[in-house]
């Protein structure tokens, strides 16, 4: 999980963690990711008043958005 986000940059590699995505986003989505979990930072997107979503890239080159709670910084 990661705590703060504003420390991250574009270009970032992050890895989607695949138990807490599971039950919100389509099965071919949840399986592209089960196979290739790590993607790329490129944005950030306002989802409510407190909260950010992190734009990333999937290896496929899809766009797509999780909760910082989502996903970790590969170390």
């Given at each position: 999980?990661?705590?703060?986000?504003s420390?991250?940059?574009?270009?970032?590699?992050?890895?989607?963690?695949?138990?807490?995505v599971?039950?919100?986003?389509?099965?071919?989505?949840?399986?592209?990711?089960?196979?290739?979990?790590?993607?790329?930072?490129?944005?950030?997107?306002?989802?409510?008043?407190?909260?950010?979503?992190?734009?990333?890239?999937?290896?496929?080159?899809?766009?797509?958005?999780?909760?910082?709670?989502?996903?970790?910084?590969?170390?």
């Amino acid at each position: 999980m990661i705590k703060d986000s504003s420390t991250l940059q574009k270009g970032q590699m992050l890895r989607v963690e695949i138990n807490e995505v599971k039950d919100r986003i389509p099965q071919n989505i949840l399986e592209l990711i089960r196979k290739e979990p790590d993607v790329e930072l490129v944005g950030y997107k306002m989802v409510d008043g407190n909260q950010f979503g992190l734009v990333v890239k999937l290896k496929n080159g899809e766009i797509n958005w999780f909760f910082e709670k989502e996903l970790s910084e590969i170390l």
